[in-house]
């Protein structure tokens, strides 16, 4: 299947979801006090979104695929930052859990989408 848009991409629609998740986090109560944790996991979690579009409308696959890696490694540091939310008790094991898969598939499906075009470069 040949895309045509960035929002058709299945990677990028589970980012969107993870940014989604997280966002419901952040505007938690217990979690809103920390204005340093939530900007970051926040920004992070906007960071694989948006590495994916931008890296999308690139002409180069080798581009492209520097731009997934980015997005790949925002996935990795939102799991970093869910572990900070647990310690400080912002988030339920749960809610952990939940999040931490999301970002691990999410973290697959570029890793998986990155090695098709590294494959086929």
């Not at 299947?1 to 938690?28: G, H, S």
């Not at 926040?42 to 581009?63: L, Q, Y």
Request: aromatic share 14%; proline share 1%.
């Amino acid at each position: 299947m040949k895309y045509t848009r960035f929002e058709d991409l299945p990677c990028w629609q589970k980012a969107r979801d993870l940014c989604r998740t997280v966002n419901r986090l952040i505007n938690k109560q217990q979690f809103s006090r920390d204005y340093g944790l939530k900007d970051q996991i926040w920004r992070v979690a906007g960071s694989a979104m948006d590495n994916i579009a931008e890296g999308f409308d690139d002409s180069s696959v080798k581009e492209f695929v520097k731009f997934l890696g980015y997005a790949l490694r925002s996935c990795s540091e939102v799991q970093s930052q869910l572990y900070r939310a647990l310690d400080c008790g912002y988030i339920n094991q749960d809610e952990f859990d939940e999040t931490y898969a999301l970002a691990g598939d999410c973290r697959a499906q570029i890793k998986g989408f990155r090695g098709y075009l590294r494959k086929k470069n």
